[in-house]
T-cell receptor, first 113, second 114 residues
Framework: DAKTTQPTSMDCAEGRAANLPCNHSTISGNEYVYWYRQIHSQGPQYIIHGLKNNETNEMASLIITEDRKSSTLILPHATLRDTAVYYCIVRVANNNAGNMLTFGGGTRLMVKP | GAGVSQSPSNKVTEKGKDVELRCDPISGHTALYWYRQSLGQGLEFLIYFQGNSAPDKSGLPSDRFSAERTGGSVSTLTIQRTQQEDSAVYLC????????????FGPGTRLLVL
């Protein structure tokens, strides 16, 4: 799987949009961009994933650049409960050999009142 | 729908005892993964089940660790003769081809070996 680079930490004011960047310049054509987060003392939580088109769900939006070398996760109205470590991962989907997840350092997002 | 569930949520045991950790995957998910996460660390892959295929055990750290998946659903991770270094959060995830094998995690079992 391609390597990703994320800022170590970010702050966001409650109610504002949180924009979390991720660089994945070596991404391959068949690799998806995934985002997970891990709130303290909880299991990782899937947020969103995409291949090349922008995606939106009830949790977040994912914006992928046209060259697919970077992406941004957007939490439109951050709340205190969004304080967590956010992980950006690129991986091949539907690989019958299994796709064990490895999390890098991630971005520690602190949402402040 | 129901997510991945794990039990117990917390387990405290004495060194040398055996423990069993249980995972109930999302209904219909054919793939099941076990990971562990030590305090402040990343995910460590342990074992992977896919349908009726032989499991990928390449991540098991020693022969004290074993896992089974009965009927292609529930899985049990067993640690024999526990050691203090086994203390960690044990996470289970399941996935399906129908959502690009997106892995959904359970809440984990926090194991403390005294």
């Amino acid at each position: 799987d391609a390597k990703t680079t994320q800022p170590t930490s970010m702050d966001c004011a409650e109610g504002r949009a949180a924009n979390l960047p991720c660089n994945h310049s070596t991404i391959s054509g068949n690799e998806y961009v995934y985002w997970y987060r891990q709130i303290h003392s909880q299991g990782p939580q899937y947020i969103i994933h995409g291949l090349k088109n922008n995606e939106t769900n009830e949790m977040a939006s994912l914006i992928i650049t046209e060259d697919r070398k970077s992406s941004t996760l957007i939490l439109p109205h951050a709340t205190l409960r969004d304080t967590a470590v956010y992980y950006c991962i690129v991986r091949v989907a539907n690989n019958n050999a299994g796709n064990m997840l490895t999390f890098g350092g991630g971005t520690r997002l602190m949402v402040k009142p | 729908g129901a997510g991945v569930s794990q039990s117990p949520s917390n387990k405290v045991t004495e060194k040398g005892k055996d423990v069993e950790l249980r995972c109930d995957p999302i209904s219909g998910h054919t793939a099941l993964y076990w990971y562990r996460q030590s305090l402040g660390q990343g995910l460590e892959f342990l074992i992977y089940f896919q349908g009726n295929s032989a499991p990928d055990k390449s991540g098991l750290p020693s022969d004290r660790f074993s896992a089974e998946r009965t009927g292609g659903s529930v899985s049990t991770l067993t640690i024999q003769r526990t050691q203090q270094e086994d203390s960690a959060v044990y996470l289970c995830a399941s996935s399906s081809w129908q959502v690009q094998e997106t892995q959904y995690f359970g809440p984990g079992t926090r194991l403390l070996v005294l």
